[in-house]
């Protein structure tokens, strides 16, 4: 999914999707979106 379908999905902006995404990344240590997900993953996050 693209970032534009991501945000638009959730009903927030650009922006705001970036900066929670930015926030979760921070939060899991990931450098990128795949890495934070399988992150999530492993930690057991849906």
């Known amino acids: 999914m693209t970032l534009r379908l991501e ?3 959730l009903g ?3 922006r705001t999707f970036g900066a929670r995404v930015t926030v979760l ?3 899991l240590g990931a450098a990128n ?3 934070a997900g399988v992150r999530a993953k492993d930690k057991g996050s849906r």
């Open 25 to 27: 990344m921070a939060r």
């Open 12 to 14: 927030i902006s650009v």
């Open 7 to 9: 945000y638009r999905a």
């Open 33 to 35: 979106r795949f890495q």
